[in-house]
């Protein structure tokens, strides 16, 4: 298998694997196995699904720089992509079957509760890197900019941290988790850029 | 009017057997998963129904939320913080033999055995609206007693003002208590005349039949015009004070949950709206009302307080 049909073949792989978390709700829909608040259920699994996205796309670059990794570069964008379909489906589910499309207590919320108003944030931030992930819209911009462009994922990634923290009532855990999780990988990140530095130096 | 005459009421408005069938239904066809386990466990290990309820008052004729919902989707952070933990590890939780210690500002201060204090009073089936502070609701036909003949029966002096109550502290066998997610055991409180007041009830049982453990076995308040958090489970003591007592969700969080605690659409929680809520097992939110409904017979034991201050 040469390396062109191996990549494909692992592109095709992630994308089903991506799928799993949908596909699972959909499952546990049809068996009535969402529990007794179903929309609370969907909810909080969308939420959970999307911050591992964004987790899992911040993880090639590290590898990479710091360990000069390559494998995972290639799937890089469709994670990331997954990342903000999840963040789609998340928004979704509270918008039009939490709230069922009921402006007037959406905007009250987004207003009045930080853990909403960080959390449409965070989405709103993932929008331009959605719309901007096509080698032409690279192309387009010129890769600087567009690197530039898209370190706002650090950003929208702190963003959707803090709506789960803000979120929970009392037991922090999960949360937390992800907390360090995005702690390590952003510091690997100032890590690798602290070397580069020095090397240069 | 003797529980019998009720029954055939119960049994339309209830249909408990059809909810335990459908659920061994579910749980055969779901295959490993943990869920389903607990699912299968639960409907296994029913309580024992409990005999001589009679019908009690304020009853609602809302439709009552199906019982694998009432057992299984619990706020009870001793038995971990998932709305599925409580039904999941609290089957082993020993309920027998269980003391209730009355102490305090009363005349009568002693300890009885759970089955005597059960055995003090009518049983009662009271089908309630509870209304969680995170915005959802159910129905439950509770079974207990009312807290005000308790109250009468211990003989308040002039200085008891309010109620304390204690939730039971086991780490060993409420493994949800080996974290310091919450102050340690579960503390509430009423004012005395919320004790009194003919609404408020010690629950000893749900559906017909002994509480389970995932409800608050075997002793719980219920005081349906105020948020859930306020109806302690697993009460182990009743100490009546002077001074308005601590309670545990306010000590984890002053700015969002108050001593009351009353219903209030028109006072939001500082992280959602309390407007509205989602009965469970329906898809739209529906209003929520002042005292849950009960301003009725409750709203004059406040009367002349801000409720925006006393949340």
Same mark, same amino acid.
């Not at chain 1, 992630?14 to 978390?21: E, K, R």
């Not at chain 1, 995005?182 to 602290?194: N, Q």
């Not at chain 2, 159910?138 to 304390?164: D, N, R, T």
């Given at each position: 298998?040469? %390396?062109?049909t =191996? #990549?494909?073949? $692992?592109?095709?792989l992630? /994308?089903?694997?991506? &799928?799993?978390?949908l596909?699972? *709700? @959909? ?5 009535g ?9 969907i ?8 911050l591992?996205?964004?987790m ?16 995972? %570069?290639?799937? =890089? #964008?469709?994670? $990331?992509?997954?990342?903000? /379909?999840?963040?789609? &489906?998340?928004?979704?589910?509270? *918008? @039009? ?46 890769y ?20 789960? *923290? ?11 988790v ?24 | 009017m003797?529980?019998g ?82 039904a ?27 089955d ?20 959802w ?39 949800g ?59 182990t ?44 097992g329906?898809f739209?939110?529906?209003p ?17 307080m ?6």
């Open positions: 298998m040469d %390396a062109t =191996r #990549r494909r073949l $692992g592109k095709v992630v /994308f089903a694997a991506s &799928l799993i978390p596909a699972l *709700v @959909g499952a546990d829909a049809l068996r196995r969402l529990g007794a608040n179903p929309i609370e259920t909810l909080n699994r969308f939420g959970f699904w999307t591992t996205f964004v899992l796309a911040l993880v090639p670059t590290p590898l990479q720089s710091l360990f000069g990794w390559k494998w995972l %570069a290639p799937y =890089r #964008r469709m994670v $990331g992509l997954f990342a903000f /379909f999840y963040g789609f &489906l998340h928004l979704s589910t509270y *918008v @039009g079957v939490d709230q069922f499309f009921d402006w007037k207590a959406i905007a009250a919320d987004v207003v009045k509760r930080k853990f909403i108003t960080i959390g449409m944030l965070a989405f709103a931030l993932l929008v331009p890197l959605a719309l901007t992930s096509t080698n032409a819209a690279v192309r387009r911009l010129g600087a900019r567009w690197k530039r462009l898209h370190r706002l994922v650090y950003l929208a990634a702190v963003c959707g941290v803090v709506h789960f *923290v803000w979120r929970v009532k009392a037991d922090l855990r999960e949360p937390l992800f907390a360090a999780v995005l702690t390590l990988l952003l510091g690997l990140r100032v890590a690798s850029y602290l070397r580069a530095r020095r090397q240069h130096a | 003797a529980y005459d009720h029954d055939a009421d119960r049994q339309q408005i209830t249909p408990l057997a059809l909810y335990l069938r459908r659920r061994e239904f579910l749980a055969l066809g779901a295959g490993s998963a943990v869920g389903a386990a607990a699912l299968a466990r639960a409907a296994d290990a029913q309580p024992p129904l409990l005999k001589d309820v009679r019908k009690g008052p304020f009853g609602t004729d809302e439709k009552p939320t199906p019982y694998e919902g009432v057992t299984g989707y619990n706020n009870y952070y001793e038995f971990g913080t998932d709305k599925g933990d409580p999941a590890n609290a089957g082993a939780f020993r309920t027998r033999p269980w003391k209730v210690s009355f102490e305090g500002e009363i005349e009568h201060p002693q300890t009885v055995a759970i005597d204090l059960i055995s003090w009073f009518p049983l009662e089936e009271r089908v309630y609206r509870m209304r969680c502070v995170e915005a609701s159910m129905v439950i036909p509770w079974v207990g007693f009312p807290l005000g003949e308790l109250v009468k029966k211990l003989g308040p002096k002039p200085k008891a003002k309010y109620l304390a109550f204690t939730g039971n502290l086991d780490p060993s066998q409420m493994p208590q080996r974290r310091e997610v919450l102050q340690w055991p579960y503390v509430e409180g009423l004012r005395l005349d919320e004790a009194s007041h003919p609404l408020a009830i010690l629950a000893v049982g749900l559906y017909g039949r002994a509480l389970p453990n995932q409800n608050g076995a075997p002793l719980r308040l219920v005081v349906p015009w105020k948020y859930g958090f306020k109806g302690i489970k697993g009460i003591k009743i100490r009546f004070v002077s001074g308005e007592p601590a309670t545990t969700w306010n000590l984890m969080a002053p700015n969002e949950y108050g001593f009351y605690a009353n219903v209030n659409p028109a006072v939001d929680h500082p992280r959602w709206s309390q407007a509205k809520e989602r009965r469970i329906e739209l939110k529906r929520t009302l002042p005292f849950n409904g009960y301003a009725d017979q409750v709203a004059a034991l406040y009367a002349g801000d409720l925006k201050r006393n949340y």
